[in-house]
T-cell receptor, first 113, second 116 residues
């Protein structure tokens, strides 16, 4: 039973437009959420995070939104650039769990020039 | 970039042979993790360590063991490799955290293991 779900395996957007990646979770004990970006043949790199006490966190072109009642978070990338093409993983953790992360299955984002 | 190396980066082995993967960090971080990445599953936690000689199981620990005799090294051993253990293995580290804040995990470059 996947506790973190990314239901869209892939997403294509035009350069300059907004990319929206979605993630759903089922475990109500999760209180911290992260997005990682992964290029081929490299390890995942941390992108942005949000605590459950917030509903939005912004860092440059990247914004993460959290809707606790819906157990849903989303990553917005504006404007999208070709270099953003990568696999994006959503991850969640409980602050009392030795920092273990539970990952979604990932979404392949392709930004078309 | 966090100082994390994994060795070997690629390995091909045969079913039934033991395999050890090494993760080495230069950041003196307390927590270390081993994940495997498979299509459709994202990254799944195998084992983790919260200090020297302190380890615990993750979601998919069957068939794997770990050891951490020094802060900087975390070893993952496949006792008797099977084809189902063909995967990409990632090591991650996390800084000592306190209170209610969380420090993100930093990942190594990965080891691609093929079991024939």
């Amino acid at each position: 039973d996947q506790q973190v779900k990314q239901n869209s395996p892939s997403l294509s957007v035009q350069e300059g437009r907004i990319s929206i990646l979605n993630c759903d979770y089922t475990n109500s004990m999760f209180d911290y959420f992260l997005w990682y970006k992964k290029y081929p043949a490299e390890g995942p790199t941390f992108l942005i995070s949000i605590s459950s006490i917030k509903d939005k966190n912004e860092d440059g072109r990247f914004t993460v939104f959290l809707n606790k009642s819906a157990k849903h978070l989303s990553l917005h990338i504006v404007p999208s650039q070709p270099g953003d093409s990568a696999v994006y993983f959503c991850a969640a953790t409980n602050s009392g769990s030795a920092r273990q992360l539970t990952f979604g299955s990932g979404t392949q984002l392709t930004v078309l020039p | 970039d966090a100082g994390i190396t994994q060795s070997p980066r690629h390995k091909v082995t045969e079913t039934g042979t033991p395999v050890t993967l090494r993760c080495h960090q230069t950041e003196n971080h307390r927590y270390m993790y081993w994940y495997r990445q498979d299509p459709g599953h994202g990254l799944r936690l195998i084992h983790y360590s919260y200090g020297v000689k302190d380890t615990d199981k993750g979601e998919v620990s069957d068939g794997y063991s770990v050891s951490r005799s020094k802060t900087e090294d975390f070893l993952l051993t496949l006792e008797s490799a099977t084809s189902s253990q063909t995967s990409v293995y990632f090591c991650a580290i996390s800084e000592r955290s306190g209170g209610n804040y969380y420090n993100e995990q930093f990942f190594g470059p990965g080891t691609r293991l093929t079991v024939l």
